[in-house]
């Protein structure tokens, strides 16, 4: 499914994608025949949405597997226009009487070919962790992060080489377009790429969207000063960069000021670069409700909740339920460790609670996330041997990728525990609020960008204070049934109103490119 855009919004100009993953990825069956699966999650959604709405769009992502590399090199590393519906497929595969021009539907693909070990250093040594540690702020500065000369390479020959790649990809796929294009760049991967297109194609319209938050100026201190500016500089060569929050948008104009000199406005949400100006501003993501709806009144979605609510909510039984990836800045073992002080301080409730967490492994290819992982099993164990009474573990662990049985779990939880140290915005919150069916408490964080609208309809939870977490865990599951249902319902308005297309459509008008009509 893709997400409609408003045909009156659409850019009068081609569209140039950017993002590490894209929206079809290939591999080989067991067969040998070439399979190709959709990326999951509302980005994907929304973007392949105005992709594939676009007369001449086309999304530049990296080519991660062996198939996604063989289907760039059978293409010359141009790009490829794939069908998405029902199946996707490369056009012209399996059916050559379909054409090679851009159709409804399609999208076209420019899979970015990258030397192996240029791209793991990219992406294992500088974008997870050292960004997104420094970004959710996660390093006790006492013990790490270690730049050596190890670091240093990785900077040079992964990020900035990954970079590099990326925008002469982009400056190609404008160049083709006449010059003129809108390029949407997405997140922490591409901070570079920007100010490259920028010098290379000076009619291009640049914005840049980050998923996840910007800490303030002091932050950034823990990169060395050369890199930084790298970073910056090469943000600012977008005309708009994008968040999720204003607080995370003044940080970035503030860091310009700090660590760059640069005047900024905070009341007009600008840096002043001389001769342009770059504006700061802020868009929540959201999520598709119709797409959320429409899975949660599947017949799968109702056969697995039938399962949860009898092993879980028989008589006045209460479930606690957490959806993360296994990424520390979920911040998993804290939430457990309040479960077993709400346990500890409320014995009644042995029995009667049970905490179930779907977690999808995460970036096992770094050591700080296996690690991680390993933690969250010893923390469950040792919780579970202390408060098991007849034979029910209170905490139910389950490593795997299930969506249908998570927006099934969504359906039937009592209390949604969302606890992260830091979170862009938090869709998991969004996504249980919008379909809930039993009037669960939404148990939120204050450092998620989901706290800013659906905060007052929460209990908020201080993700550092495992003792608070537990408290409100207590008020949470005791909460009068009125006022839970008054504070789903006015959550799930704040979600119906404030959807994906939303986010797109604030993002288009804000942009200087001129709307059409579509053909
Ligand atoms: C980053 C930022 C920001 C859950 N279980 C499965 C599954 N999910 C889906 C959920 C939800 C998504 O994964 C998780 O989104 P979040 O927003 O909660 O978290 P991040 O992955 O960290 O996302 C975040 C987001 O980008 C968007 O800008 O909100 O702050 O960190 O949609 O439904 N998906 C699949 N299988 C599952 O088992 N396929």
Known sequence: MTAPVRPWLLPDLPVVLVSHRGPVSFRRDQTGARTASRG????????????????????????????????????????????????????????????????????????????EQAHDDFYTVIANPLLWF???????LAHAPRLTRREHIAFEDGYRAVNQRFADAVVEEVTVRGGRALVMLHDYHFYLVAEQVRERCPEAVLSFFLHIPWPGPDAWRILPPAWREHLL?????????????EGFARNFLL??????????????????????????????????????RELAASAEVAEHARGLREAFCAGDRQLVLRIDRTDPSKNIVRGFEAFATLLADHPELLGQVTFLALLQPSRQDVPEYADYLAEIGAVVARINASYVREGHEPIDLRLQEDLPLAVAAYTVCDVLMVNALADGMNLVAKEAVLVNTHDGVLALSENTGAHQELGAFAVTLHPFDIQQQADALYAALTMDPGLRRARREAAALVVQENDLGKWLAAQLADLPIHPQPSR
């Not at 949400?269 to 342009?276: A, E, P, Q, S």
């Open 134 to 140: 420094l970004q959710h702020g996660m390093y006790g």
């Open 233 to 245: 500089t090469g943000l600012l060569g977008n005309d708009v960069v994008a968040f999720h929050t």
């Open 40 to 115: 999951a999650g509302g980005l994907v959604t929304a973007l392949t949405g105005l992709a594939s709405s676009l007369p001449d769009a086309v999304w530049v992502c990296a080519a991660t597997t062996n198939e996604d590399m063989a289907v760039a090199g059978e293409h010359g590393d141009q790009a490829v226009e794939v069908t998405l519906e029902p199946k996707p497929r490369v056009v012209g595969e399996a059916d050559p009487a379909v054409g090679s021009t851009s159709q409804p539907g399609c999208v076209k693909l420019r899979l970015v070919q990258l030397n």
């Open 255 to 292: 860091t310009c000021q700090e660590l760059l000199g640069l005047p900024v406005d905070l009341q007009a949400m600008t840096v002043d670069l001389g001769d342009r100006q770059v504006a700061a501003h802020h868009y929540p993501i959201s999520i598709d409700v119709a797409a959320m």
